[in-house]
């Protein structure tokens, strides 16, 4: 099977595969899929009759080589069939896995094929959108104070602004990017995956409006404080891939929060906002927020 190394200007061509999908990782957002490419790894693509196939290139960690489901409209291949397909491709494992495809089958039947591995770090929180929106409920009472404290110090005294990420202010919005990395360390490293994230939220809003991502920042006194990028991911549910926001305006990150919820998704009923990367400040704060489902996430690795 050829592969082909998957662009930004491969989104029209491929994007019908993804109609329908019902994969609720967020690693099954093509617009994501694209954007995550940088120094260390990248996504490539084939085209097997209506199947899209894809696998992800390790520059120096070629263990790490690995397939997603494929993913084609109306079809859960069996694990025989991914079994095949893997074969076909010369790779030897799957990422991804939401444990809707485990209970599909029977335990038994995959382990036929495969080793069935927990990828924890992966994990994704689930939300309701209207949970994250208007903050119902005593136990969202702190949020609310938050919220509350913030539109009285900036938001009712017109220090603030909510624009539309475009090709405009693109540039503006990747220079708060830099500036909020230097503030929380992030990207120092440029081989870990702080800075893979970093390097994918630039991917995403340079190419924006060419990727089927929707994006809002807010200024604070005419400068740029915060910034969330989403995209839609199944038929019900919206992702929100990237949200960065200033760490001394006290609030700022609640009130953000809740206009992504409200601005971002287009009446979708759930909101993805992926995973914890095993990071406990990370995990603490994405539990409160209290998530309706935490999807597993898990690797299949063929046996031989």
Not at 97 to 104: A, G, L, N, R, S
Not at 198 to 209: F, L
Request: net charge positive; with cysteine; glycine share 4%.
């Amino acid at each position: 099977m050829k592969f082909n190394k998957l662009k930004q200007e491969n989104y029209k061509q491929l994007k019908a595969f993804f109609k329908n999908q019902a994969n609720p990782l967020c690693a099954y957002s093509l617009s994501s899929v694209i954007c995550w490419e940088n120094k260390k790894f990248a996504p490539f693509y084939a085209i097997l009759d209506d199947t899209l196939v894809i696998t992800t290139l390790f520059v120096d960690k070629k263990e790490m080589n690995h397939l997603i489901l494929p993913v084609c409209q109306g079809k859960i291949f069996s694990p025989k069939e991914l079994f095949d397909i893997a074969k076909s491709c010369n790779r030897n494992q799957y990422w991804f896995v939401p444990q809707k495809y485990i209970k599909t089958f029977e335990k038994e039947d995959i382990e036929n094929y495969f080793e069935i591995h927990r990828q924890k770090e992966y994990d994704d929180y689930i939300y309701h959108a209207e949970d994250l929106s208007e903050l119902k409920g005593n136990k969202y009472s702190k949020k609310r104070n938050l919220v509350n404290q913030f539109k009285k110090k900036f938001v009712q005294n017109s220090r603030t602004e909510i624009e539309t990420i475009t090709s405009e202010n693109a540039t503006k919005c990747i220079e708060f990017l830099e500036e909020w990395c230097r503030i929380k360390d992030c990207g120092s490293d440029k081989d870990d995956e702080f800075a893979c994230e970093k390097q994918a939220a630039i991917n995403a809003i340079n190419h924006i409006e060419n990727l089927g991502l929707r994006g809002i920042l807010i200024k604070i006194d005419k400068k740029i404080s915060a910034f969330g990028i989403a995209s839609k991911l199944t038929d019900d549910t919206g992702v929100l891939h990237f949200e960065k926001a200033m760490p001394d305006k006290k609030g700022l990150y609640q009130y953000f929060d809740k206009q992504c919820a409200k601005r971002l998704f287009n009446g979708a009923k759930y909101i993805n906002k992926e995973s914890d990367m095993n990071i406990d400040g990370l995990a603490k704060a994405k539990k409160s927020y209290y998530p309706v489902e935490k999807i597993y996430s898990y690797r299949l690795v063929l046996k031989s």
